[in-house]
């Protein structure tokens, strides 16, 4: 079956640590996004990416990193200077101009 | 200002009620409009894509535009308990803005038997 695929499903941070989350996709999709969602604040972009080693930031990347590597993979590193990271993340992909398809989420919290 | 703001709040309907779950957005430049369903800890799956001002129907769904007034709603008919979770609108201008979809801050729905 063709999905996203996000590990892990939980995830807990100490202060001053980097985490990298996973998104893996096998739909062959060129665009993947990574979404934060925080409660009654809907979802807002951190980063994109339309094709291979080519990516852009969205609306809140600060304290954020991405690679793209590979088109199936699409890896959001949290690090140190994201100051308030408890949020539940999510990855999206879309061949066309915007996210359908979306993963199961992380639920990111610090300890 | 949010350039998005959905309403109402937290929505209790019976079984099959008609509910209504509208955005206004204050961006003229949106052009494409989105309906998420996002059960509890899962990811959105979209419910319905509209282009056009107009209505767009798809079973017991349909979603509503009016660009010139700026302002998108879902009804959902008949409604039933697997109904039960948020609902999210999103738009975006497409072009340059590609993949930058801003969303509604949700409505939790509730369908109780």
Redesign the interface.
């Known amino acids: 079956d063709g999905g ?1 695929t ?1 590990s892990p499903k939980y995830l807990f941070r100490k202060e001053g640590q980097n985490v990298t989350l996973s998104c893996e996709q096998n739909l062959n999709h060129d ?1 993947m ?1 990574w979404y934060r969602q925080d409660p ?6 951190i980063y ?1 990416s ?1 094709i291979v080693n080519d990516f852009q930031k ?2 809140i990347a600060e304290g954020y990193s991405v690679s793209r590597e590979k088109k199936e993979s699409f890896p959001l590193t949290v690090t140190s200077a994201q100051k308030n990271p408890t949020a539940f993340y ?1 990855c ?1 992909s ?1 061949s066309g ?9 992380t ?1 990111l919290s610090v300890l | 200002q949010k350039e998005v703001e959905q309403d109402p709040g937290p929505l209790s309907v019976p079984e099959g009620a008609i509910v209504s779950l509208n955005c206004t957005y204050s961006n003229s430049a949106f052009q494409y409009f989105m309906w998420y369903r996002q059960y509890s800890r899962k990811g959105p799956e979209l419910l319905m894509y509209t282009y056009s001002s107009g209505n767009k129907e798809d079973g017991r769904f349909t979603a509503q535009v009016d660009k010139s007034s700026k302002y998108i709603s879902l009804f959902i008919r008949d409604s039933q308990p697997s109904d039960s979770a948020t609902y999210l609108c999103a738009m975006t201008a497409g072009g340059t803005s590609y993949g930058k979809l801003t969303f509604g801050q949700g409505t939790i729905l509730t369908v109780h038997p």
């Open positions: 996203i996000q665009a996004y009654g604040q809907g979802l807002r972009l994109y339309q969205g609306d999510l999206a879309s101009q915007y996210a359908r398809d979306f993963g199961a989420g639920r």
